[in-house]
């Protein structure tokens, strides 16, 4: 087991160029995004990618890729990969 979680961790990756530009690798799945926020369910958790004029230039699913460009102020991990909580839970819990 412990082999499995440490292959999924590798396939995330996160680099960030001047605190304008950000490529994510091991990406799942994009939960929402605007100008001020990029939240991310990644291999490794809940991704929150905070800061002004935040715009998604690559976006790669099948590939597991998005890249992001704006001022970036903030890069926070939330919840393991393994308590994802649905819709419902989030909104009553």
Known sequence: MEKASTES???HT???????HAVIGGVREV???????????????????????LHIGT?????GTVE???QIDSVFYGEGK????GFWSRLFG
């Open 68 to 70: 992001v460009t704006g």
């Open 14 to 20: 996160l680099t960030a160029t001047a605190r304008a």
């Open 59 to 63: 976006l790669d699913i099948a590939r």
């Open 9 to 11: 961790a590798k396939k």
């Open 82 to 85: 393994d308590t994802r909580r």
């Open 31 to 53: 939960e929402s995004f605007d100008e001020e926020s990029v939240i991310l369910l990644t291999d490794c958790g809940e991704l929150t990618v905070t800061g002004e004029g």
